[in-house]
């Protein structure tokens, strides 16, 4: 039915939310702040709409990288540096090798029956680290990071980049497999991909239904294998 599957990266291949969560509170902890769940929400939200806006071209991955930091401290009220905290934080981001259930169990099943590739809005030097650490990079042909090309999803430029490296093939050939309803589906099924939504039980669905909704990466074999 399909000859690529393009994988989105975080919490769909790596649980970015169990990441996240490890590595904000190592580096609060490392400045005396007592961890808490209120924290993590709080952040969540700042992040979640620093990350909205640079998918939507309103800031750049530069400005990205310092700006949620910046909110959290002056939300916070605490004494440090968003520069200081925004590497720290990457820095822990980067060593971890949290997976989403059954993933990698997954990806070694498929890859002998189709080309893969990896396509992520992320940051270059939390993202590459990962690969090598998590020994991901022999299962994808290819893959496309948002802050390497300078364009995000859901925009058609980064899918274009992305059939770029796939020899040809037409967006009707490849299925997209992400969590995002909006950066992965959304922009995959306006470019003519067939979608694979990851349902991870939050309160958004995707404004288009999709092809197949899965709550975990092995039900994958089920649709594709049989």
Partial sequence: MYNWLL???D???WDFSAAE?????S???SLDVQWSKDILTTYRQINHAAWRDYENGLIDSISL??????RLIETLNLDTNATYLSTLYRHGLARSDHFMPTAKETLQVLRPHYKMGLITNGLSEVQ?????????????????ISDEVGVAKPHAAFFDLAFAEMNGARPEEALVIGD?????MLGAQLYGCATCWMDLGGEKSPERETDY????????????LT
């Fill in 27 to 29: 580096c609060l902890e």
């Fill in 128 to 144: 590459r680290p990962r690969l090598k650490n998590t020994g991901l990079n022999d299962f994808f042909d290819f893959v496309i």
């Fill in 21 to 25: 969560a490890a590595s904000l509170r």
């Fill in 180 to 184: 995002n309803p909006v950066s992965d």
């Fill in 65 to 70: 990288r310092t700006i949620r930091f910046q």
């Fill in 213 to 224: 909704s899965i709550k975990k990466l092995s039900e994958l074999t089920d649709i594709l």
């Fill in 11 to 13: 919490n769909t291949v």
């Fill in 7 to 9: 994988f989105d990266a």
